[in-house]
């Protein structure tokens, strides 16, 4: 079952002290894009309603009626020039609009900070590897999933065969390998379940061993893109932990994964297969 997480709906302490309803008002002037552009041309200094309705096509009553919203607000006073009646920038409803958001800046910066440390902690885990396959995307991806054609490239080397080699292709499907070495009869044996298909694009799989040698499972995720009828491969392994990444790591897994990626090159240049 895939990870849920939940996200609290944070009210900050103290939230009755920033004055609520001063806060409303604060927002609700401020949704406004005619009274926003009032309010950065009062920060360059005072001006009477004239000076603030120039920029806009509107009339002085309308552009009153915003500075009626701003001034309930807090946000702009009337001046002493009984003349002019220019209107001044209130600072304080700002700060306090300020501090509350800020609140809520560093709740996120901590949830992204932890998402980070997460997103570390799991590329740690993760062990990465590319090919480029000469071969359209649709051989290369029915060289992955096809049985008759796995069982040709995949560990079949040092003399071990893909003896069972068994692909239900769906999502919650499984699939199960048993290699098997010629000499001795030794057999290990690998399977897993599908958590995501896109033909041809994308395979999401588990693996787990019979007689595991790593601890815990693993997940692959296969992504296929081509490019001038070429194929990239993309094969990323999250593991159980960094230890067994590792462990993985430091094992002869890496040379007989490129040796098999040598084999399906052959066996995708081969004209049997375009056929």
Not at 166 to 182: M, N, P
Not at 211 to 236: Q, R, S
Not at 255 to 265: H, K, Q
């Amino acid at each position: 079952m895939p990870a849920i997480y939940y996200l609290p709906v944070m009210k900050p302490e103290s939230y009755e002290e920033l004055a609520p309803d001063r806060l409303d008002a604060t927002f609700a002037a401020l949704a406004d894009p005619t009274r926003r552009a009032i309010l950065a041309r009062l920060a360059s200094g005072e001006a009477s309603v004239t000076e603030l309705a120039e920029p806009f096509e509107m009339t002085q009553p309308a552009i009153s009626k915003h500075l009626k919203v701003l001034e309930r607000a807090g946000l702009i006073s009337g001046g002493r020039d009984a003349q002019r009646r220019p209107r001044r920038l209130e600072a304080q409803p700002l700060a306090e609009a300020t501090e509350w958001l800020e609140r809520y800046r560093q709740y996120w910066e901590e949830n992204y900070q932890r998402l980070d440390a997460l997103l570390d902690e799991m590329k740690s885990k993760q062990k990465k590897r590319k090919r480029v396959f000469d071969a359209p995307r649709k051989l290369v991806f029915e060289a992955l999933t096809k049985p008759e054609l796995v069982k040709r490239w995949l560990g079949v080397r040092g003399g071990w065969s893909l003896a069972v080699c068994e692909i239900d292709l769906k999502v919650g499907g499984t699939y199960r390998y048993v290699w098997r070495k010629d000499a001795d009869g030794t057999e290990m044996g690998m399977h897993g379940v599908f958590n995501e298909i896109v033909r041809p694009e994308r395979i999401v799989c588990t693996e787990v061993f019979d007689d595991p040698w790593y601890p815990g499972g693993a997940v692959d995720t296969m992504t296929l893109i081509e490019k001038g009828g070429k194929t990239t491969l993309t094969t990323t392994v999250l593991y159980a932990s960094r230890e067994a990444r590792d462990g993985v790591l430091k094992s002869p897994m890496s040379r007989g994964v490129a040796e098999s990626y040598d084999m399906l090159d052959e066996l995708l240049a081969s004209t049997e297969v375009r056929a």
